[in-house]
């Protein structure tokens, strides 16, 4: 994934959480394209954690 700036990070992430919530009401909650936009939804998660721990130092 591109180098993305914090605040187009959350964008995404709030994009990503909506896109994730309704896959889940409308495949259920095992279905692959909710797994598939939780587990994005996760990568970006971790990036933002990344970003915020290293300005913390």
Do not use: Y
């Amino acid at each position: 994934m591109e180098t993305m700036c914090p605040e187009k990070i959350m964008e995404e992430i709030e994009h990503k959480r909506k896109e994730m919530i309704s896959a889940a009401d409308e495949t259920g909650f095992l279905s692959v394209q909710t797994i598939s936009a939780s587990q994005k939804l996760d990568k970006l998660l971790n990036i933002i954690q990344e970003e915020l721990h290293i300005f913390s130092k």
